[in-house]
């Protein structure tokens, strides 16, 4: 802790305390406290370990106001987050052995398709719509790839929970918001148990994460819940499209190489 200095640690949690605001509403905040810790002289692999640290903490204080709000059916939301939770042990387990460059491609594609959905279609609202597909048929699939990819990478899991409990169960805004942090909670808590496992994370940097994430996310699920669409919908186009522009601007980026090559 004090190797990092007292000025550090103040940056960390101010970053965590914004992170945590924007991950109850949107998600997305690893963006924000990932390359914090990089910044602050964590590897790697210590920086995403201990991220999850806040994540964790962060989604289970949104997922707490929520729920005190009646807004969470806890008799088929229970069984979505426990997929997600061994989704997330099962991705984070298999870090190291599936290509990342497929995922730095396949990401932003994906977080651009969803900003332009959520900003253009007329379906995104407060209310509850149809269902297209029956619940255990949902928990059979978003779960699983979400949950996977949670342990894996992270970056825009978040808006992935979104999208698949819109566009698939029907939720409403905020009641998709509200699932969404449950089962961010759970995947991000799956993965953390096993960096924890491997000595990864740096507690004393995390707990102090944690502290200031926990905040964060008070504020922001109660903003979420009294605003609803007028901000949920915003932020999570402003944040999808602000990670796929983040992951492309990283000089690794497959897309970023291609064009390169290209010019």
């Known amino acids: 802790m004090t190797e990092l200095?007292?000025?550090?640690?103040?940056?960390?949690?101010?970053?965590?305390?914004?992170?945590?605001f924007v991950d109850a509403i949107?998600?997305?905040?690893?963006?924000?406290?990932?390359?914090?810790?990089?910044l602050a002289?964590?590897?790697?692999?210590?920086?995403?370990?201990?991220?999850?640290?806040?994540?964790?903490?962060?989604?289970?204080?949104?997922?707490?106001?929520?729920?005190?709000?009646?807004?969470?059916?806890?008799?088929?939301?229970?069984?979505?987050?426990?997929?997600?939770?061994a989704s997330g042990v099962a991705g984070a387990l298999c870090v190291r052995f599936l290509p990342r460059p497929v995922l730095e491609a396949l990401i932003p594609a994906l977080l651009i398709v969803i900003a332009f959905y959520f900003a253009l279609s007329p379906?995104?609202?407060?209310?509850?719509?149809?269902?297209r597909m029956s619940a255990l048929a949902f928990g059979l699939t978003v779960p699983v790839a979400v949950g996977f990819y949670d342990g894996i990478f992270g970056p825009g899991a978040g808006s992935f929970y979104m999208l698949g409990f819109v566009t698939?169960?029907?939720?409403?805004?905020?009641?998709?918001?509200?699932?969404?942090?449950?089962?961010?909670?759970?995947?991000?808590?799956?993965?953390?148990?096993?960096?924890?496992a491997t000595g990864a994370v740096v507690w004393p940097v995390?707990?102090?994460?944690?502290?200031?994430?926990?905040?964060?996310?008070?504020?922001?699920?109660?903003?979420?819940?009294?605003?609803?669409?007028?901000?949920?919908r915003p932020l999570l186009v402003v944040v999808s499209g602000m990670m796929a522009l983040r992951l492309l601007l990283?000089?690794?980026?497959?897309?970023?190489?291609?064009?390169?090559?290209?010019?």
Do not use: E
């Open 206 to 232: 995390g707990l102090v994460m944690a502290g200031a994430a926990l905040l964060g996310a008070q504020v922001g699920s109660r903003l979420a819940i009294r605003l609803g669409s007028r901000i949920i």
């Open 26 to 38: 949107a998600g997305g905040g690893g963006l924000l406290t990932v390359p914090a810790l990089l």
């Open 168 to 196: 698939l169960l029907g939720y409403g805004v905020v009641r998709a918001t509200a699932h969404t942090k449950l089962l961010n909670f759970a995947s991000n808590l799956g993965s953390l148990l096993l960096y924890a």
């Open 123 to 131: 379906k995104i609202k407060d209310a509850d719509a149809q269902a």
């Open 5 to 20: 200095g007292f000025d550090m640690i103040a940056v960390l949690a101010a970053v965590s305390f914004l992170a945590g």
């Open 41 to 85: 002289g964590l590897d790697p692999a210590q920086a995403i370990a201990t991220n999850k640290v806040q994540g964790v903490v962060g989604a289970a204080s949104a997922t707490y106001t929520f729920g005190r709000k009646g807004l969470i059916d806890w008799r088929s939301a229970w069984r979505f987050a426990l997929v997600s939770f």
């Open 250 to 263: 990283d000089p690794a980026n497959p897309w970023r190489q291609a064009l390169k090559a290209l010019f």
